[in-house]
């Protein structure tokens, strides 16, 4: 009997710490926290990340940004059309904003291999840097689609642009000036 | 005895398939892989990321790359496409339950039947000498008491 009892015991224990496994995993996942509540008009911190660089070696890490610079953070990938309509826009944008050192235009390449990469950065003459991601970025910033672009501040928090929040779909320079302004500002 | 035995027969199945292959195929890798976008095996796929990794996969393969240093170099460096495009579950993380949990399984329903056979045999042994342990004076008495019972 104590037996059957014990068995009884380590079958409810099992199945208690898979809930509280299945509990934290819900309570620690912040998959689409960030575009949510940026477009919803609230700050949130920004996932710190370290990614290998797309166009150079080495990696990038956003953790050295802090209190440096304000970023403007576009998610893209090379075979996604609306990538290319914008493409041109960000790259003539960051070259009018490279004299300033308060702003850092960042790329992210999700889900590209290295070579198709490179020839869509270069084919639209985009020089500032761009890391790959494996797709956790996306996740972790409730990227949708492609192209998304998102505005973070010095301190390391992703801003909310009024009236926009973050871009989603190819950004203008109008929507860019106005979010990196924003970011600066904040 | 048996569980060591039955350790070593899955070591030896499983350290071949581990190995690379210098000649890899094709379709054998496509095969293997996944497509990172639409999670669906590469050689049913034909979406653009697809696509790319497919002339990659012809390019190494015409270069003499083994089957390892591909599925190596698409998920790290310097591809980066992450570990997702093997389609295995992640040895690391929340993950790691997928590895987890049926081995686990299998270790708990081997331990249970183990001793279930051995609960039975040991009751089925302790009824034998139970059916075979009358004394004579017992049975006789059992025999007397039939017998009135019958009258």
Partial sequence: MPLRRLSQAAAVAVVAALLALLVWDVANNHAGKVAKEVDTGHPYTAPLFTRPLVNGTGTFSLLSMRGK????????????????????????????????????????DVQDLRGPARAFLKRFGITYRNVSDDGS????????????????DRRGVV???????????????????????????? | MK?????????????????????????????QL??????????????????????????????????????DELVGPPNNLGPAVLGVPATHGFDLLAWVLPLGGI??????????????SRNRAED?????????DLERRVDEELARFDA
């Fill in chain 1, 69 to 108: 610079a304000a970023l403007v953070v576009n998610f893209w990938q090379s075979y996604c059309a609306p990538c290319t309509h914008e493409a041109r826009t960000l790259a003539a944008v960051s070259r009018e904003w490279s004299h300033n050192k308060n702003v850092v235009f960042l790329g992210i």
């Fill in chain 1, 137 to 152: 970025l996306v996740g972790r910033f409730g990227v949708t689609g492609y192209p998304e672009t998102f505005f973070i």
């Fill in chain 1, 159 to 186: 801003v909310p642009v009024p009236h926009v929040g973050h871009i989603i779909g190819p950004a203008t320079r109008q929507l860019l000036n106005a979010g990196i302004r924003y970011a600066l500002a904040t």
């Fill in chain 2, 3 to 31: 569980l060591v035995l039955a350790a070593a027969v899955a070591l030896a199945v499983a350290v071949p398939a581990a190995a690379c292959n210098p000649h890899p195929s094709q379709a054998g890798l496509e095969a």
């Fill in chain 2, 34 to 71: 996944v497509c990172p976008t639409c999670h669906t095996p590469l050689d049913e796929s034909s979406s653009p990321v697809a696509q790319q990794m497919k002339a990659y996969i012809r390019t190494r393969i015409a270069q003499g790359a083994t089957d390892c240093q591909i599925e």
């Fill in chain 2, 107 to 120: 270790g708990v329903a081997a331990v249970a039947i183990g001793f279930g056979a051995w609960v039975w």
């Fill in chain 2, 128 to 136: 034998e000498a139970v059916a075979s342990g009358l004394s004579p």
